[in-house]
């Protein structure tokens, strides 16, 4: 069973940036993400990208977080820019074969442990 770890959580003030990265135990599956939980909301993508090359982003990162994915080092990792207080949640490092988790987070594999990034002054 993969398993996913987490890094780089923490307090950032509105405006900064902030970096999480994710490793996987082994080799990996096809698509490799971040998700996102605010309190009382439903979890969504925030970011993935494909073995292929290709990057998703949710429309409300879009211009303000990069990922950036390793796959010889099995390592993934979110440039968060511009944070604003909206964008405070736990951050989830997800992985899976499924084309469907892109829209849909009950279809992703593995997921990690979550980091919580608040943005606050």
């Known amino acids: 069973q993969v398993q996913l770890v987490e890094s780089g959580g923490g307090l950032v003030s509105p405006g900064g940036s902030h970096q999480l990265s994710c490793a996987a135990s082994?080799?990996?599956?096809?698509?490799m993400g971040w998700y996102r939980q605010a309190p009382g909301k439903q979890r969504e993508l925030v970011a993935a990208?494909?073995?292929?090359?290709?990057?998703i982003y949710a429309d409300s990162v879009k211009g303000r977080f990069t990922i950036s994915r390793d796959i010889g080092k099995n390592t993934v990792s979110l440039q968060m820019n511009s944070l604003e207080p909206e964008d405070t949640a736990v951050y989830y490092c997800?992985?899976?074969?499924?084309?469907?988790?892109?829209?849909?987070?009950?279809?992703?594999?593995?997921w990690g442990q979550g980091t919580l990034v608040t943005v606050s002054s």
């Open positions: 997800a992985s899976g074969g499924d084309y469907r988790s892109l829209s849909d987070y009950t279809f992703v594999e593995v």
């Open positions: 990208a494909t073995s292929g090359g290709r990057t």
């Open positions: 082994r080799r990996i599956f096809a698509i």
